[in-house]
Structure formats: C-alpha cells, structure tokens
C-alpha cells in the first residue's frame, strides 16, 4: 500500500461544477503539499498545509492531521482547471524529501 | 516560470550511451532536489543536496546513477549506460530550508531507445 493515496484517479466533470480531490496518507508528516501538474511536465505548487484550511482565488485545501486526510475543492470549475493535481507529504522521518501520491487526472469539460 | 531551469528538455538517447542532465536552482535556495516521474504516476524522490552536500540518495539510485551539486548552486545528474526502463521524467526542485515550499522546474524528458 502506498504511503499516499489519492481518489479518484481521473475526473470528469462540467465546467461550473464543484470538485473534490482526496487525499489519504499513512505516515506522520510535517506539511502537505498540493501539486497541480499540466501536460508537458511543469509541476507549479498550490498549497502547503500543516493545519486546517488554505484559500486561493477558486481553490481551497483542507487537512485534517488526526485523520491523515487532506481535500483539494474547486469552485466554479473551468476548463483551464483542467490538468493532474498531486498530494505530497513531507514526513517527520524522511528526510524532509516529498512523497507523491499518484496524481488524480481532472479534465473540465466547457 | 518557478524560476528552476533545467536542460535539456527533451534527450532521446540510445540503450548503453552516457546522459547528463543540469538542474538551475532559484539563486538564494540552499536545498536542491532530484525526483524521477514515470507515466501515469507520482514523482518519486532521487536524492537531494544542502548547498553542496548530497544528504541522502534513494534506493531508486542505482550505482550507474551520479549527482553533483559542486559549488552549492547549479546540479547535475549523470546517468551511465542508460537502460530503457531509465525512461522517464526527471524533476528538479528546489527550497528555502527543508521545510518550506518547494518549487519545481519544467523537467526533462528521457527517453531510452
């Protein structure tokens, strides 16, 4: 079972509606980040989170430590949001190095 | 633009030949890190330096694998007698410290023949 699990894998949805992104992980972290990766490669950061709640513009990212889940929401969801969005945990043992989770493909349909 | 460059962006090589690839960190971050991206997946840690000291390598970094970060600043990562399965994307990123944000490059696309 990997480290970090994320659901679902691909998404479709239609633009204007609002989209959820989970993730899980196993391991105790020090930061969680959101990802969001467009074809082509280029990985840009959205959020770092240790705690609670995060927002910016149409994106909001939540964690829950006791849990070990994070949620990444959009609203108002539009075909430019379209692209691979990835969770990334920061373990208190590793290192300080990343561990990925999978990646969930959105796709926004106009 | 994060601001990390890398080269080259593409290299199509054959199975056996020597690659090198080069990693321009943004100027003041002292934490520079190497992850590998296979299709359809999560990027997955390589290796990572503080300033000139490669701190710890993953299992992933076999013996024909090699990083240099020489002078604190530019990285780069040599791979010997590539092999097929060595096709992938190779990530870069790099932080202010170990627990800030950190901001990736473009990558840099193998693919082995």
């Known amino acids: 079972k990997n480290e970090v699990e994320q659901s679902p894998q691909n998404l479709t949805a239609q633009e204007g509606e609002f989209i959820t992104i989970n993730c899980s992980y196993s391991v105790g972290i020090s930061a969680l980040h959101w990802l969001q990766q467009h074809p082509g490669g280029g990985i840009v950061s959205l959020f770092m989170l240790s705690s609670g709640k995060k927002k910016h513009g149409r994106l909001i990212a939540t964690i829950n430590i006791q849990e070990k889940h994070s949620s990444l929401h959009i609203t108002a969801s539009h075909p430019r949001d379209s692209a691979v969005y990835i969770c990334a945990v920061r373990s208190i043992q590793g290192a300080q190095k990343l561990v990925f989770g999978q990646g969930t493909r959105l796709t926004i349909n106009p | 633009d994060t601001g990390v460059s890398q080269d080259p962006r593409h290299k199509i090589t054959k199975r056996g030949q020597n690659v090198t690839f080069r990693c321009d960190p943004i100027s003041e971050h002292n934490r520079l890190y190497w992850y590998r991206q296979t299709l359809g997946q999560g990027p997955e840690f390589l290796t990572y330096?503080?300033?000139?000291?490669?701190?710890?390598k993953s299992r992933l970094l076999s013996d024909r694998f090699s990083a240099e970060r020489p002078k604190g600043s530019f990285s780069t990562l040599e791979i010997q007698r590539t092999e097929q399965g060595d096709s992938a994307m190779y990530l870069c990123a790099s932080s202010l410290g170990a627990s800030t944000e950190q901001f990736f490059g473009p990558g840099t696309r193998l693919t082995v023949l």
């Open positions: 330096f503080q300033n000139e000291a490669q701190l710890e």
